[in-house]
């Protein structure tokens, strides 16, 4: 069971970007999911979460109005489309997955965490 995100690599300020977080080894249509990120020597932030439904979502406040997150329980992947990129989005960018909304939006979840891919955004 992972969770595999892709997606990043050095993009332009201004960029859009879009992560995308695949899962296999079982269905995570009935899991809440979120993006997490790590800059380097930064404490890890929270980015965005859904919903498993996908009828809610919620971002932090840095990325409010330019990411959205969203998700396609079919194919069992959940993406991060990322607009108007700035220098300070460069991070390192996770996905996660928990039964429960809150664990996802606090970051609190034991199990599943993508290995993380690199976005470096330049001025």
């Known amino acids: 069971v992972q969770l595999q995100a892709c997606g990043g690599g050095l993009v332009q300020a201004g960029g859009t970007p879009r992560l995308s977080c695949a899962a296999s080894?079982?269905?995570?249509?009935?899991?809440?999911m979120g993006w997490f990120r790590q800059a380097p020597g930064k404490e890890r932030e929270f980015v965005a979460a859904?919903?498993?439904?996908?009828?809610?979502?919620w971002y932090g406040d840095s990325v409010k109005g330019r990411f959205t997150i969203s998700r396609d329980n079919a194919k069992n992947t959940l993406y991060l489309q990322m607009n108007s990129l700035k220098p300070e989005d460069t991070a390192v960018y996770y996905c996660?997955?928990?039964?429960?909304?809150?664990?996802?939006?606090?970051?609190?979840?034991?199990?599943?965490w993508g290995q993380g891919t690199l976005v470096t955004v330049s001025s």
């Open positions: 996660t997955a928990d039964r429960t909304w809150a664990k996802v939006v606090a970051g609190l979840v034991d199990d599943f």
């Open positions: 080894g079982r269905s995570f249509s009935s899991y809440a």
């Open positions: 859904i919903t498993w439904s996908g009828d809610r979502t």
